[in-house]
Structure formats: C-alpha cells, structure tokens
C-alpha cells in the first residue's frame, strides 16, 4: 500500500480552510447537500495539476496543499482564474489526457458527451494518452527525407542516364582529336621541308618573338574555351534556377489568393472563436441546470428524493439552512393524485408535474441544438483559423525558399557575368595578339628575298596552332571522363539512395501502423472492459456497448454501438444508438466508457487517483459493484456520495468520511 496524502484545502469553493488525510484504498465522502464534497474533490483534482478549482467568493487566493511520501506540493488559485502549479509533480504534468478517464466530476468530457448525445469525438478523448502527436511530427519528418531522397534519386538517374549522351561527346572529341593529330603529323613534315628550303643559319631576328606571342595565343584560346564551357554550364544552371524560381512565384500567388479569399483577419476569427466559446460555456451551463431540474422532477414522480438537495443547491450555499427539509416522498404527501409542491405548498396533480418534465424536456431539446450549433460554428472557426495558419506557414516556406533560390540567380548571374567580362578580355588580347603576329610576319616577309623563312614562320605557326587545339581536345575529354565516371558513381549510388528510400518508407509505415495497431488495441480494451462493466453492472435490456474504428477521409473514428436484448432473448444493435439510452444508462455508459480508458491506458501509474462525483443516477448497488471492480486499479479512489448511498458501499473496505452541514467550512 502507498503513503497517506494529507489534502489542505483554503478559500476554494465553499472551504475556508479545510485538512482531510486519506488513506490508500477506497474513501467515500459521505454527506448530504452543501457539505462541500464536490469543492473538496476538485480542489484535490486540482492540487493534482487539474483545474477544476474555483476561488471562493471574495478571496484574493486560494492554496491547495497535497502532503505525500514526505513531500508537499501547493497549487495557488488567484482572483483571475489562474492556477500556479509546483513544477515537481511526482504524477503526470500532462493531466488534460488524463483527466477524462480519472476525474468522474459532472462536467467530465466523456460524460458530457453521451449526455449531449454526441460520440463525435470519443475517438480523439479515447486516444489523448497516446502520443499521437510525437509520433505524426516523426512521420512528417520521415516524408520530408523521402522527398528530398526521390530527388536526390531523380537528379542521379538523370545523370546516370547521360552516361550515353557523355560516351557519344567523349567519342566525337576523341575523333576529333586523331584528325588533328593526322593534321599535326603532316604538319610537322610540312615544317621539317621548309626547314630544308630555309638557307641554312638565315633565321628571323623575329621568330623568338613570334613564337612567344604565339605560345600566348595558344594560351588564350584555351582559356577561351575553357571559360566558354564554363559560361555555358553556369547559364544551363541560371535558366533551371529562374525556372525553379518562377514556379515558386506562381506558388506562391496561388497561395496568396487563397488566403485572401479569407476575408476576415485572424484577430476578428479570433473574437468571433472567443465569443462563441462563451455562448457555448453558457448553454452548457443551462444544459447542466436543466438536467438537474429534469432529474429532480423525475425523482418526485419516482418517490426517490435522496440526493435532490445536494444535486438542486449544488455548493454554492453555505448557509445551514435546508429549503427542501420539507419535502416528502411523493408516497407520503399525494392525495387523489396531488402533490404538495415544494416550493409554494399548493397542491398540483402528477399530470401537471408530467406536462412540466415534458415541456422541461422540449427546452432540453432545443439547448442541445443550439448547443450543436455552436459546436459547429466553433468547428468552423476553428478549421478556418488553421486553414490561415497552414497558409501563412506556407507563404513563409515559400519566401525563405524563393530568398534562397533569388541569392543562387544572383551568383550565377554573377558568376555569368565575370565569365563574359574575361572572357571579352582575353579575346580583346587575342585579337591584339593576332595583329602583332601579323605585323611581325609582314616584317620577316620584308626581310625574306626567297620566300622560305616566311614559309617556314607560318608552317611553325599552324603547327602550333594544332598543337594547342588539340591540347584543348584533350582538356576537353578529361573532363568528359570526369563526368562519365561521376555519372558511373551516380549509377552506383542509385542503389544506395534507393535502398534509404524504402527503409525510410517502411519507418513511415511502421509508424502510421503503429498509430492504428495502438488504436486497434485500445479499441479491444476498452470493448474487453466496458463488457465486464456492462455485466457487472446487469442493466435490463442492456446487452452491450461497444466502440468500432472507422477511418473517414484519413481520419479515425470511433462509432458506438448498442446491442438489447429482444424478448426472445435474441441480441440485436440499437439501430438509434446513444439517443434510446435512457439517462441512467447514459451516465453509466459513460462513467464506463471513462473507466475502460483508465484500465485500457494503464494510467494507474501517471494518475493514482481515481475522483467520483455526482453519480446520484447510479443506484447504490451498482455504485458497490463498480467500486469493487476498480477496488485494486487504483491506488485511491475516492467518491462524493449521497448517505443513502454510501450505505450501500459494502463490497470494499472503504474510509468513510462524514461531512456535516457545514463540513469543511472551516476546521
């Protein structure tokens, strides 16, 4: 067995200050109206991180003390509604997942949606202690490197695939380079016969000169070339970038016009979200009060009044005073079918009270579709405000990437730009260097009475010529080599990439299916437990209630189906589902459904608390079942209940705590 927890409790609800210690097990507050077991309950679920808590009225603070293991954690509760919790919690910090299937109060989310007759969201409230959330931004993550691996394999294949384009250029320049190695050889010969007709020793005062200006030349004209390809690759690349970037523009348009077909501005969606939320909270109250005044006349009608004053006054009331002290079981106060009517002391007839629960009912009805409305409206609200972010996320994606893709344009151009400039320079040189050849020429033909020195420069001339073409032939076709063994590589790599890709692709699988066998499996606990819940619990004509995963457009859906029991003893499904529970049978349902989601997530260990509150429509003898079913799940479970009821706890070994009148009023 674990540590008593010591709980003070000062300015919350009806509570000046208030110390109760419970012990490990079963405790069950037991007392009549305005005793404040409800605020000592939820100022303990809020002194366990929650904030169920309310100030009392005029207090500037609240303080909620939880004493355990020797260690003591104080929550503050200020005037604005604000809690200030320890930040050295020894349970979960994260009680919103939890809180649905630990803290059975009457405005339980769970319970609220069966009482609203909307199952809609049992599939999120189900899974909220599953950390879906971790695990979808993992698989977005995993997507992202997909993508950029099925680009990286595309920009491979492409240039795996140029091996043929390559090979064809490597052969062309190897041709090319054989004719003007024939063309040097015969060039040579021609140099070596005009070296024979040149007199012998009658060399130009200019062929030193000439050769220099030539070896300069030669240079250039590589340099030229060299460049040339250069400034071609650089353009190729400036054009695919612009195009890159041109269709980031026109995406970008296109999300602009899409966000400004929101004609409202996020704060206006904002205000209108709030103030919706706050008509919602608002009918939800109504909704609440209405049931109790439906429930109350139905337990008028039934002659059971127990618990009607704790449920009507609720523990705003502090004062001693018992309005309803008065009221008699309809057993003991109808005359000729009249009752005394407990506020004004006339007499009024069953019928009357049955056209009032009637026309209590009607209301109830209405409150619910303006209730769904609402939801509704605030659904909207809701996926429009998303629908603007994941729009101005994007437009913000596409800016940072445009900035990138217009920075690598400027480099190009930049790049393209210097490129031409030395480029204009060096042919500027070569085109000077051609003319002072030309004139150095004219000079030795001057000089040349034969004719043979002359003969003899320009052979030297056109051989060097060649010579220096076909070294840019060669330059040339080690840099297709290069490429053609990079594009070999790439083949290579293909593979590699290939074989990332798809393990990256089954981790993204394996995730989604982790999500759905995770879903799957607390499907089948939660069915498992809600069918020992619904025998243990023996509601005629109530067979079973059960949870099916859907998935609609991506999404997962729980769909809540109830099997009755027809005369023949033959079971069938409600085809109505949820609208024919009775509301007895929808509050156990849902206390159920909730506490199948305690078992099915093992939160014993995150939230050892297990908080009942305002189950009057559960009979006595059910409530012992239940709590002797989850006598050993939890470490402490403790339960608001009505004397009457609480008699009935006999099954579990449980600490009873008397509230009086003014129980914890102050202490």
């Known amino acids: 067995m674990g540590d008593d927890v010591t709980v003070e409790v000062e300015n919350i609800g009806g509570i000046d200050n208030a110390v109760e210690t419970l012990a490990p097990?079963?405790?069950?507050?037991?007392?009549?109206?305005?005793?404040?077991?409800?605020?000592?309950?939820?100022?303990?679920?809020t002194g366990l991180g929650g904030s169920q808590a309310t100030l009392q009225s005029g207090a500037e603070e609240g303080h909620i003390t939880i004493k355990i293991g020797g260690e003591e954690y104080t929550t503050t509760v200020d005037d604005a509604g604000g809690f200030t919790h320890p930040s050295d919690y020894p349970f979960t910090a994260d009680t919103d997942t939890v809180a649905?299937?630990?803290?059975?109060?009457?405005?339980?989310?769970?319970?609220?949606?069966?009482?609203?007759?909307?199952?809609?969201?049992?599939?999120?409230i189900a899974m909220k202690p599953v950390d879906t959330d971790q695990i979808e931004s993992e698989v977005d993550s995993l997507k992202q490197q997909r993508d950029a691996l099925d680009e990286e394999i595309g920009e491979l294949e492409a240039q795996h695939d140029r091996r043929v384009e390559i090979e064809s250029t490597i052969q062309s320049l190897i041709d090319e380079r054989d004719e003007l190695t024939e063309q040097i050889e015969k060039q040579r010969e021609a140099v070596a016969e005009a070296e024979e007709k040149s007199q012998e020793g009658a060399e130009s005062d200019y062929e030193d000169e000439i050769s220099e200006l030539a070896d300069e030349k030669g240079e250039l004209s590589s340099s030229i070339n060299r460049d040339e390809r250069k400034l071609e690759r650089s353009k190729s690349s400036l054009a695919e970038a612009e195009d890159d970037l041109n269709s980031l523009r026109e995406e970008y348009s296109t999300v602009q016009d899409r966000l400004d077909e929101i004609d409202v501005s996020p704060e206006t969606v904002r205000g209108e979200r709030r103030d919706i939320q706050q008509q919602l909270d608002e009918t939800n109250e109504l909704i609440e009060s209405l049931d109790t005044v439906i429930q109350f006349n139905r337990d008028v009608l039934s002659g059971d009044i127990s618990g009607v004053q704790d449920v009507l006054q609720g523990e705003s009331q502090t004062s001693a005073a018992d309005p309803l002290a008065g009221l008699s079981s309809p057993d003991d106060t109808a005359v000729d079918g009249e009752f005394e009517c407990w506020t004004c002391g006339s007499s009024t007839s069953r019928d009357a009270v049955e056209g009032q629960l009637s026309v209590l009912k009607n209301q109830r009805k209405e409150l619910s579709a303006q209730q769904s409305e609402l939801e509704s409206e605030l659904s909207d609200l809701q996926e429009q405000e998303r629908k603007h972010e994941s729009l101005v996320d994007r437009l913000e994606s596409l800016q940072s990437k445009e900035q990138e893709l217009e920075r690598v344009c400027e480099e190009y151009t930049e790049q393209i730009d210097d490129l031409e400039t030395e480029i204009a320079e060096n042919r500027e040189r070569h085109d000077e260097l051609t003319d002072e050849i030309a004139t150095l020429r004219e000079k030795v033909e001057e000089d040349d009475e034969s004719g043979d020195s002359t003969e003899l420069l320009d052979a030297q001339?056109?051989?060097?010529?060649?010579?220096?073409?076909?070294?840019?032939?060669?330059?040339?076709?080690?840099?297709?080599?290069?490429?053609?063994?990079?594009?070999?590589?790439?083949?290579?790599r293909i593979e590699t990439v290939r074989e990332r890709r798809e393990e990256t692709a089954e981790r993204i699988t394996s995730l989604i299916d982790r999500v759905d066998e995770r879903e799957e499996e607390i499907v089948e606990r939660f069915n498992n437990h809600m069918d020992d819940l619904i025998t243990l619990l023996n509601y005629e004509n109530l067979s079973r209630v059960a949870i099916t995963r859907k998935?609609?457009?991506?999404?997962?859906?729980?769909?809540?189906?109830?099997?009755?029991?027809?005369?023949?003893?033959?079971g069938f499904i409600d085809p109505e589902g949820i609208q024919t529970l009775s509301e007895s049978e929808g509050e156990i349902v849902a206390i159920s459904f909730a506490l199948a989601g305690y078992l099915a997530h093992d939160l014993q260990d995150e939230m050892p608390f297990l908080l009942f509150d305002s189950v009057e429509m559960v009979d006595g003898e059910r409530l012992d079942r239940?709590?002797?079913?989850?006598?050993?799940?939890?470490?402490?479970?403790?339960?608001?209940l009505l004397e009457d009821d609480a008699a009935y706890i006999t099954s579990v070994d449980a600490t009873v705590v008397e509230f009086g009148e003014a129980a914890l009023a102050e202490t």
């Open 25 to 45: 097990g079963a405790t069950i507050l037991s007392g009549a109206n305005a005793t404040n077991r409800t605020s000592f309950l939820r100022a303990l679920a």
């Open 551 to 570: 998935k609609r457009n991506g999404e997962t859906h729980f769909d809540l189906t109830i099997t009755r029991e027809a005369e023949d003893g033959s």
């Open 626 to 640: 239940l709590f002797n079913y989850f006598s050993d799940a939890a470490e402490y479970m403790i339960a608001a």
């Open 100 to 124: 649905p299937f630990s803290w059975l109060f009457v405005d339980n989310e769970i319970r609220k949606a069966f009482r609203n007759n909307d199952t809609s969201q049992l599939a999120s």
């Open 461 to 492: 001339l056109k051989l060097q010529e060649l010579e220096n073409d076909r070294e840019d032939i060669e330059e040339e076709i080690a840099t297709a080599r290069d490429e053609m063994e990079a594009a070999e590589k790439a083949g290579e």
